[in-house]
């Protein structure tokens, strides 16, 4: 089947008629040449990524004009916000009424 191959790369796909002769000279089903031409066909034209790599031609390079990046605004620095402000004077009502040595003496 290796032979049939190679002298029909230009087309890899053999006929029935084909078929049930490779079949017959190999001693395995029709079914079973099938499978081995698909496989094979399959594992020919999967490339490596170095193959893949290596195959691309410079038209098909991203132009980095092409490219949107998106950046999201960075985290503040402690030195960005209103002179005099606090923690807690900055987190307003989100901050709890009660004292830390209040919560935990209730837990007691």
Known sequence: MENW???????????????????????????QVSTWFANTRRRKMQMTPMEAYLSGSSSDEANPEDITLYIRPGTPAPGDFEPGSTVVSRAGSSVSSHSAASTSSRLL
């Open 5 to 31: 191959l190679s002298s029909h790369e230009d087309n890899p796909y053999p006929t029935q008629a084909e078929k049930e002769s490779l079949a017959k000279d190999t001693g395995i089903t029709v079914k």
